[in-house]
Nanobody
């Protein structure tokens, strides 16, 4: 069983940066793939990126080059560094975990979810 909690959301101007943290409980968290997703009002949940247990990453085209995912397994935490933020990045951001060696962009393949944190980018 894994429990996830996101933090670090807030209001930022376009062009600014934020870092989101995803803290997990559970001794085996280091073996989990962790994904980041976001959902804007009236839209479906959207894949942002994912990181494997070994640190390999994949990103959505819309954020590649601006967002970076990393993890500190000793601290049971995964980070989402967001730079050059745009108003269209405004959404509730969720981290999710799956007990697999394979990263995935499909929300249904993730077993555990955090409660989400709001990110608002003003123009």
């Amino acid at each position: 069983q894994v429990q996830l909690e996101e933090s670090g959301g807030g209001l930022v101007q376009a062009g600014g940066s934020l870092r989101l943290d995803c803290a997990a409980t559970g001794r085996t968290f280091s073996t989990y793939v962790v994904g980041w997703f976001r959902q804007a009002p009236g839209k479906e949940r959207e894949f942002v990126g994912a990181i494997s247990r070994s640190g390999g990453t994949m990103y959505a085209d819309s954020v590649r080059g601006r967002f970076t995912i990393s993890r500190d397994n000793a601290k049971n935490t995964v980070f989402l560094q967001m730079n050059s933020l745009k108003p269209e990045d405004t959404a509730v951001y969720y981290c999710a975990a799956r007990d697999s060696a394979l990263r995935s962009s499909i929300p249904e393949r993730y077993d555990y979810w955090g409660q989400g944190t709001q990110v608002t980018v003003s123009s």
